[in-house]
C-alpha cells in the first residue's frame, strides 16, 4: 500500500473554510493535493447523507470545514453541523469504520495555513489506516 | 373477463407478511374472486418443479416478502421475476432489508459461531455446523448456502413496485391489491403508500422542536397527547413515510421507522440523523462545548438498531465493515 493516495471529500463552507483554502492557494502554500473540494453555503447545508454518500462511494475520508463557532454566517448553522458529525461518527463506528475518517474542523479565511495543516495531517492518518475498506468491497 | 394469476412468496422474513395479507379479512375473498393464486407456500402446496415448468409471465403479479439472506432466497427471486409480469417487494424486508437485515452488522461466520455454539442453550460438542454441501452413503446432499450480507429484493432482481410496513398494514395491502387487479398503476417503482412524513397524519400536539436531552421508552412515561420528540423520546416519525394509520402513536409507543424513507431520500437514517442533530439541545447550542454535544449523543445506545431498524440493507453503508 506504498503508493496508497487517499481521496478526500472535503465539504467546505463559502464564509470561512472555502475561503481559508482559497487563501492557502494563492498564498503558493504547498500541501497535499489529495482533498477534493466541494463549496457550500455553510457547513450546516451539509446533509448526513452527503458525508454517508462520499463513503459509499469510495472515499477514504470526508472533511467537513465551517467557521469558527460563534463566526457562522448564518449565525448557528456550524453549532447544527457538531452535533451531525458527532452523532454520524457514532454511527460510523458501529459500522466498522474508523473514527479519523471523518473529521470536522472550523478554519476562518483568514486560516489558510491551518487549512493546509489539516488536509496534510489528515492524509498521514489516512494513509496509516489504509483504503477505505468500502472502496476494498466494491 | 378472465381471472388475473397471483402469486405470494417469502424469503427471509417472519412470517407476519403472510399474516398481513390475512388481515385484510373477509376482503380476501374479493381477491380470490378476481384471481387464481398460483403458488403461496404458507397456504398451498405447489413445488419449485412445478413453479419453474410455469411458461414465464404466466404470473400477472408476484408478492414477494422477505429478505434475500441465502441463495434459495435469491435464486426463487429470479425465477418468479421470469415468471412473472409485475413483481413486488411486499413489506419492509423486501423492500428495506428490515429486521434481518440487522445480522449486516455480523457476518456469517459471527452468526454461525453464536447460533451453533455460543448460545446459552446449545450444545454441539461435535462442532456441527451448517454445511452447503454433504456427502453420505447415498450421494451428495445440498442446502442453501447461508450469505454473509442481507439484501433486499431489488438488489437482486428488478422490481415493480413496493409495498411499505413492518408489516404492511390492512389499509395498505386492500389499497394495493384494487390498484392491481383494476390494472390502476403508478409509474414503476412506486411504493404504494402516501409520500408525505408520518408527522404529518400524527394527531399529537407539536410545538417548535427543542430537545433538552434523549430518554430511552422505558426511561420516561410519555404524555400521549404530546408530541414524542418534544418529551426528548426518539421519534423516526420526521424521517418515515405515512401510511400506517400511526397504530405506534396510538399505542402511546414512538414511530420506529418501518414503512421506511419518503420519496426523494436515499437514506433514511442520515434523514433522521440530519432532522435530530438539528433540534438537540437547540435551545442553549451556543452553549455546548463538544464535550457536552458528546455526552448528549452518547445517551443513543444503539444508534444503528435507532436510525436503521428497517433500513440498513437498502442504507448507504449497507453492513457493517468486519474485518
Not at chain 2, 418529551?231 to 414511530?255: D, L
Request: glycine content about 6%; overall charge neutral; aromatic content about 8%.
Amino acid at each position: 500500500m506504498e503508493d496508497f493516495e487517499p481521496k478526500i471529500i472535503a465539504f467546505l463552507c463559502k464564509w470561512c473554510t472555502y475561503a481559508g483554502a482559497d487563501l492557502a492557494g494563492v498564498s503558493r502554500l504547498k500541501f497535499s493535493p489529495n482533498a477534493v473540494p466541494i463549496k457550500v453555503m455553510c457547513s450546516g447545508r451539509v446533509d448526513p447523507s452527503f458525508i454517508l454518500d462520499a463513503f459509499a462511494k469510495g472515499a477514504d475520508g470526508v472533511l467537513v470545514g465551517g467557521c469558527h463557532p460563534g463566526d457562522c454566517h448564518y449565525a448557528q448553522g456550524n453549532y447544527k453541523t457538531l452535533r451531525r458529525v458527532k452523532l454520524l461518527k457514532m454511527l460510523l463506528k458501529d459500522m466498522g469504520l474508523e473514527e479519523e475518517r471523518l473529521r470536522l474542523e472550523w478554519i476562518s479565511a483568514s486560516e489558510g495555513n491551518k487549512f493546509r495543516e489539516v488536509v496534510n495531517d489528515m492524509v498521514v492518518k489516512i494513509k496509516e489506516i489504509g483504503p477505505s475498506p468500502l472502496k476494498m468491497e466494491e | 373477463m378472465s381471472k388475473a394469476n397471483i402469486a405470494f412468496y417469502w424469503a427471509a422474513s417472519c412470517g407476519g407478511c403472510e399474516i398481513a395479507v390475512l388481515d385484510i379479512n373477509e376482503k380476501i375473498l374479493d381477491v380470490i374472486e378476481k384471481a387464481n393464486i398460483l403458488m403461496w407456500p404458507v397456504a398451498m402446496d405447489t413445488k419449485y418443479e412445478d413453479l419453474k415448468k410455469m411458461k414465464d409471465k404466466s404470473i400477472d403479479v408476484c408478492f414477494f416478502n422477505g429478505a434475500i439472506r441465502t441463495s434459495e432466497n435469491e435464486e426463487l427471486a429470479k425465477i418468479l421475476r421470469k415468471k412473472s409480469k409485475l413483481l413486488v417487494a411486499f413489506g419492509s424486508c423486501a423492500h428495506e432489508g428490515c429486521i434481518p437485515a440487522l445480522a449486516n452488522l455480523f457476518n456469517k461466520k459471527l452468526i454461525f459461531d453464536r447460533a451453533y455454539q455460543e448460545t446459552e442453550t446449545t450444545v454441539n460438542s461435535e462442532n456441527t455446523l451448517p454445511l452447503p454441501s454433504f456427502e453420505v452413503k447415498e450421494g451428495e446432499i445440498h442446502i442453501p448456502e447461508f450469505y454473509d450480507t442481507v439484501k433486499t429484493l431489488d438488489q437482486v432482481v428488478d422490481v415493480d413496485y413496493y409495498i411499505p410496513g413492518c408489516p404492511p398494514t390492512p389499509n395498505i395491502v386492500e389499497e394495493a391489491f384494487n390498484k392491481f387487479l383494476a390494472g390502476d398503476l403508478p409509474p414503476k417503482g412506486a411504493v404504494l403508500a402516501p409520500v408525505k412524513a408520518l408527522c404529518d397524519e400524527c394527531p399529537r400536539k407539536k410545538k417548535d422542536k427543542m430537545i433538552e436531552t434523549i430518554y430511552r421508552v422505558y426511561e420516561k412515561e410519555a404524555d400521549p397527547e404530546k408530541c414524542f420528540l418534544d418529551q426528548g423520546i426518539i421519534c423516526m416519525g420526521p424521517a418515515t413515510r405515512s401510511g400506517c394509520g400511526h397504530q405506534c402513536i396510538k399505542g402511546n409507543m414512538p414511530c420506529t421507522g418501518c414503512f421506511g424513507k419518503t420519496p426523494e431520500v436515499t437514506d433514511q437514517g442520515a434523514k433522521m440523523i440530519s432532522a435530530l442533530a438539528s433540534v438537540l439541545a437547540v435551545e442553549n447550542e451556543l452553549t455546548l462545548d463538544e464535550k457536552k454535544v458528546e455526552e448528549l449523543v452518547s445517551k443513543i445506545k444503539d444508534p444503528v438498531g435507532t436510525f436503521y431498524r428497517y433500513s440498513l440493507a437498502s442504507s448507504f453503508i449497507k453492513r457493517k465493515v468486519i474485518k
